[in-house]
Nanobody, 121 residues
Framework: QVQLAESGGGLVQPGGSLTLSCAASGNMFSIVAMGWYRQAPGKQRELVAQVTSGHSTHYADSVKGRFTISRLNAMNLVYLQMNSLKPEDTAVYYC???????????????WGQGTQVTVSS
């Protein structure tokens, strides 16, 4: 019943900027963390940025200083502001949410369908 929807991907030139948005819908008892992963063809999915319920953030070394993750808790929205984009940033970006659907049971991971980001001249 929980769904995540990403938007904001597209084609951008090197050095440009994009903002990705993720909206979570459905009933969620509590959210542990929300973040962004990316996957390029032939590569494993990797964590790009994450924000926890404790408001701490984590970034991949490759994007530190260029990407900023933010979260609007009341609406279960998470954003990824991407600046100074490089060709190696090209990938499908996936929104991720980890949390509990009820008071009991283990946490689960929820994924969006992905949005394509292409950085090319």
């Amino acid at each position: 019943q929980v769904q995540l929807a990403e938007s904001g991907g597209g084609l951008v030139q090197p050095g440009g900027s994009l903002t990705l948005s993720c909206a979570a819908s459905g009933n969620m008892f509590s959210i542990v963390a929300m973040g962004w992963y990316r996957q390029a063809p032939g590569k494993q999915r990797e964590l790009v940025a994450q924000v926890t319920s404790g408001h701490s953030t984590h970034y991949a070394d490759s994007v530190k200083g260029r990407f900023t993750i933010s979260r609007l808790n009341a609406m279960n929205l998470v954003y990824l502001q991407m600046n100074s984009l490089k060709p190696e940033d090209t990938a499908v970006y996936y929104c991720n949410m980890r949390g509990y659907e009820s008071m009991t049971g283990p946490p689960g991971d929820y994924w969006g369908q992905g949005t394509q980001v292409t950085v090319s001249s």
